[in-house]
């Protein structure tokens, strides 16, 4: 027999282990989109840490979003942030995404990614290298496992 | 299909989806597998830029041009440079000149590896895409020696550029490049003769050079439909009047031809990165800045990694722009792109798709029908590779 | 060339002139647009570009200027045709069935000047500004921001 509070920590570490990340455009100049596409491919290769990144939302532990949020983008960031399973965690990755950086103050930008949904992890940079993306990845791992063991 | 038993169903794509990175919305109507017409929709990255650029000082607008597009990002501050040294009726130095054309042509290598890669992604080849991406980042450790930063290189200035090169780094540049070289080669080879990518190219998209004129499309699309078509050459900027380089045109008109412009491309700048950096002149490598401009209008032309570039520059006098217009190549390249779908099966959009090498946070600069819930269906672009695969 | 250019469409031409840096503009009478298009396409066989259209709101003048940018291929030139349209009531005709590659630039316009082309069916707003602005044209100059929620 296993109980609940076994099978719920085997999905906790499944999810330490190995979290799935999607990732979200909200209106980002592309330079924080390719230096995440970086981290994917050989040189960085953060698949061997089993980070993935997935197409759905429906799948997803982490939701990356990269630029400011725009008025267009702000709806659907909110619907992909309901469709995603709890638990969920989101990056805000680059400046834009953390404050709405040089955008801020326009009349088709909401601000930082935290106006629209909550944040767990900012990493800022115009754009991040991909070091700081893993990093910021590793610490928001570093957060959930706190989250999870910790109390 | 008289009397209609299929019916036309619209397939919506966008504008989450993970291959393109970018939040784009096409609406496809399909009739079975075949596209009958195809909508884009714009917007989603729409930032206002423009009317962000009237409120900030011409120095500050330097940033924000760098920040209109990512990934050809030096394209746009040449540029942006450019019309704001016509307005004010400086010239940079010649020094500055080169160093300008050597970090955009590491640019425009870098873009269209990129594109490269995510073209090989979307047919299926996802070893290429990987091996491309990898060497890739022989050109970003360039861009990074040079300007210190990866992607934004906040490299070009009003009246110069802001970092000279000494010679340790143009030897370590020259040193990197016969190693690029070589892989391109190999690239170009796997391109030219990989069983794979040619049946999924070649003759899909086909943009005869008459279409390509009307619809008034700019860049490698256009060269790779026989028009011959390069600002580099036509109207020269920076130091492109005194560096020999070839202008790359094909005739095929389909995906294929699009890809192998580009990748011969890749080649041309390599050799113009080894002549600018072989033949640098000496001096200064920027003026004295000024901060003010005197009233007056001026365009500029640039050859970005995607096409033709145009600023449109009004100063009534002062510190800021009056107006200050962006046309970037990939609004170009869109209306001519939708009417490449027509006619092709399904499998085939992520094929053209990325032969247009689609940008569209520069086509938001300035700014697709919300996601219809219910009956359309929503597919993302890697499902849409997947089904082509199967 | 250029003395060519400019006799070619000398029936057309209000004012001509050169900007900072090189390229040369036509001032063309508003009415006159479609028929400067027409010569042009005869002229150089439909080997004729579109770039972009500028708008720029002459806010003190109580006009919007729309700088149509062209390029020609066969003589591998780039020109500039003005043309002027009142602020209050911005019409002008359409060229999109001549260089069809003029549409989305039309549309733009059209989304952030609030310029009507007569003759293009496909104008639609909002185009690329958000839903909620609706009606708004952000890029004039007396247009204040959308209200602070």
């Not at chain 2, 390249?333 to 247009?356: C, R």
Request: charged residues 30%; aromatic residues 8%; glycine residues 6%.
């Amino acid at each position: 027999m296993i109980d609940v509070y076994t099978l719920k920590r085997l999905a906790l570490w499944g999810r330490l282990r190995s979290p799935w990340i999607l990732h979200f455009n909200s209106g980002s100049c592309n330079a924080c989109d390719i230096e995440l596409l970086a981290a994917i491919t050989p040189r960085f290769d953060v698949e061997r840490f089993g980070i993935k990144v997935v197409p759905s939302p429906r799948h997803a532990d982490i939701l990356v979003v990269t630029g400011p949020v725009t008025r267009q983008a702000a709806p659907r960031l909110k619907r992909i942030y309901e469709q995603m399973p709890n638990p969920k965690y989101v990056m805000a990755l680059g400046t834009c995404a953390c404050s709405g950086g040089i955008f801020r103050g326009s009349y088709a930008v909401m601000g930082g990614v935290d106006k629209v949904i909550p944040v767990d992890i900012y990493v800022p940079g115009c754009p991040p290298r991909p070091e700081a993306i893993i990093d910021g990845i590793v610490k928001l791992l570093k957060k959930m496992e706190a989250e999870t063991y910790g109390k | 299909m008289e009397g209609s038993l299929t019916s036309i169903i619209n397939l919506i794509f966008g504008p989450q989806h993970p291959a393109l990175h970018e939040p784009e919305l096409f609406r496809f109507k399909v009739e079975g597998e075949i596209v009958v017409k195809a909508e884009p929709r714009i917007g989603y990255v729409h930032r206002g830029i423009e009317k962000l650029f009237e409120k900030n000082t011409y120095i500050k607008g330097i940033y924000l041009s760098e920040r209109i597009c990512g990934i050809c990002n030096v394209a746009h501050t040449v540029c942006y440079c450019q019309v704001v040294e016509n307005v004010m009726n400086i010239e940079p130095p010649p020094r500055a000149k080169y160093l300008r054309a050597v970090v955009h042509e590491l640019n425009r290598i870098h873009s269209h590896l990129l594109l490269l890669g995510v073209a090989a992604e979307e047919l299926g080849f996802d070893t290429l895409f990987m091996l491309i991406w990898r060497d890739r980042e022989l050109v970003m450790d360039l861009i990074e020696l040079i300007t210190g930063n990866r992607v934004m290189s906040a490299f070009n200035t009003i009246g110069g550029v802001r970092r000279d090169v000494n010679a340790e780094t143009i030897e370590k540049v020259l040193k990197v490049l016969p190693k690029l070289e070589e892989r391109v080669k190999y690239y170009r080879k796997v391109f030219e003769e990989d069983p794979t990518i040619r049946k999924r190219t070649v003759d899909v998209g086909i943009l005869p050079r008459r279409d390509a004129i009307r619809y008034c499309v700019v860049g490698p699309m256009a060269r790779g439909s026989a028009v011959d078509v390069d600002i580099r050459r036509d109207i020269p900027y920076a130091a492109y009047d005194e560096i020999p380089f070839n202008v790359i045109v094909r005739d095929e008109c389909d995906v294929w031809a699009r890809l192998m412009v580009r990748v011969d491309e890749v080649l041309e700048s390599i050799n113009i990165v080894r002549y600018a950096l072989e033949h640098l002149p000496s001096g200064q490598i920027r003026l004295p800045l000024k901060r003010s401009a005197p009233p007056g209008e001026a365009i500029s032309r640039v050859e970005a990694p995607r096409g033709e570039l145009l600023y449109h520059l009004v100063s009534k006098g002062g510190i800021t722009p009056y107006r200050l217009k962006v046309r970037t190549p990939t609004l170009a390249n869109l209306l001519a792109a939708s009417k490449l779908f027509e006619g092709h099966t399904i499998a085939d959009i992520p094929a053209i798709l990325v032969s247009i090498d689609p940008c569209f946070a520069c086509t938001d600069r300035v700014t697709l029908v919300d996601v219809k819930s219910g009956k359309s269906t929503k597919v993302s672009l890697r499902e849409l590779a997947r089904r082509g695969r199967e | 060339m250029e003395s060519k250019l400019s006799e070619k469409l000398k029936d057309f031409i209000i004012e001509s002139g050169k900007f900072k840096g090189g390229s040369e503009f036509f001032k063309v009478d508003r009415g006159k647009l479609r028929d400067v298009f027409n010569a042009l396409l005869r002229e150089f066989k439909g080997e004729v570009h579109v770039t972009t259209i500028t708008a720029i709101d002459r806010l003190d003048e109580k006009k919007i200027e729309l700088d149509y940018e062209i390029w020609i291929y066969p003589i591998k030139k780039a020109i500039t045709i003005k043309v002027d349209t009142p602020r209050d009531d911005p019409k002008v005709d359409s060229i999109i069935d001549l260089v069809p590659g003029a549409l989305l630039y039309e549309l733009e316009v059209h989304d952030l000047f609030g310029v009507k082309f007569i003759g293009n069916s496909y104008l639609v707003k909002p185009f690329i500004i958000s839903e909620d602005l609706g009606s708004a044209t952000p890029l004039r100059k007396d247009w204040r921001g959308p209200s602070r929620q």
